[in-house]
């Protein structure tokens, strides 16, 4: 009798090919995993730096040093040169407008006013005699024009009575014809004599005001030769200090070259040095702050110079209500200068992290604070402080952000106490 044999499900040949197929998963699975950078790193808590992302105020500034100035400087500067022939003050003085401070000597300068006053005394003298010569030809041809005309008034009375006379018959043809040709001579004469006359008068007003003219002229090239030589002698040009001067006695200063400056004690400004960086957001109007003496006092821009040296450029200052008592010039200030309004944004401390991740992503803590797992965020604008979070992370979040130097590409970070 035939008997059925069953077969076995579990034969060896089976298992072993379950037990490769298992092998292999786990093996593709293990290098996946591996290979993926789904790594685990154990950090100490004590060693890290774990911040809250806030939800608060935000002003974007940097911080920039700033130095304090006179509120105004008049710079004083050889107007021409000279060799320095005497000083009356001294560095620190405090002067009036109109005080001496020193005294240049240019001889070439001081023979020329010489010169020039000479001539203009010359011309004055010449002026003189012209215009006594001119009275005296006026007086020439008057008293010329005066015999023509009686000639002429004598010519045509006899002229007329020799008509009247001919016309009777009283007198011969000849006689009429010599005296009307006296009286034609007579009249041409008097009007050549009143014509010459009318262009004499009118030549000796043209002469007369351009003699005056150069006359004047000469005058105008004296003052301002007698202002130059007067210049010689440097005076304050407004109240205030005396500061920076460079002049001593014997020394030979060149025209336009510096001598000192004169600080005005109404007040002050801060002149402030910051980074080519941020030229084109710099402007008239911007505000910043100090802390001085352990208070807060508030500054203004009122001025932008745009020249960049060395990479930076510099704006002034001034202060915003109250000034710091005690405050003095050349002392160096800490300013805060604001870029933007004061705003509401989310929040997150500046740390080492940005150093790794250019700020594309952080490790953000789990809610239970065992781990911490990396996130892609989005940063906007700064301060020193704080960098400001556009997307990736919300209020009250938990952050790494101390540096991730050693954590290479670890994904995931098992948080230890």
Known sequence: ??????????????????????????????????????????????????????????????????????????????????????????????????????????????LSLANQETAVYAEQTQMQISHNNAQQNTITKLNTMADVENAYKEAERVYKLDKHLYDQKAIGLQQYQSDKNMYDYQVNRYKLAKQILVQDTSLVKQQASQSQEQYAHMKTTLELMRKKVASLILRAPIDGQLTSMDAEVGQNKKQGEHLGQIDVQSGYKVRVDIDEHYLSRIYTGLKGDFQFADKTYNLVIKKVFTQV????????????????????????????????????????????????????????????????????IQLGRQSPDYFVITDGLKPGDKVITSSYETYGDIQELVLKK
């Open 1 to 110: 009798m035939d008997r059925k044999i069953e077969k076995k499900t579990w034969n060896n040949k089976r298992i072993l090919t379950i037990a490769g197929i298992t092998g292999i998963i786990l093996l593709v699975g293990g290098s996946i995993y591996f290979t993926s950078g789904k790594s685990k790193l154990d950090v100490d808590t004590e060693r890290i730096t774990i911040s809250t992302i806030t939800k608060g105020p935000f002003q974007e500034f940097i911080p920039v040093n700033g130095v304090v100035m006179p509120l105004t400087t008049i710079y004083l500067d050889a107007s021409e040169g000279g060799v320095v022939e005497d000083k009356y003050v001294e560095d620190g003085a405090n002067l009036k407008k109109g005080d001496p401070i020193l005294k240049l000597s240019n001889t070439d300068l001081e």
């Open 309 to 376: 040296t060395a990479g930076r450029f510099q704006v002034d200052m001034q202060f915003v209500g109250e000034v710091p008592k005690g405050i003095r010039k050349g002392q160096t200030l800490q300013v805060r200068l604001a870029l933007s309004d004061e705003t509401t944004a989310i929040l997150v401390p500046k740390g080492g992290f940005y150093q790794q991740t250019g700020g594309n992503w952080i490790f953000k803590v789990s809610e239970d604070g065992t781990k911490a797992y990396k996130v892609d």
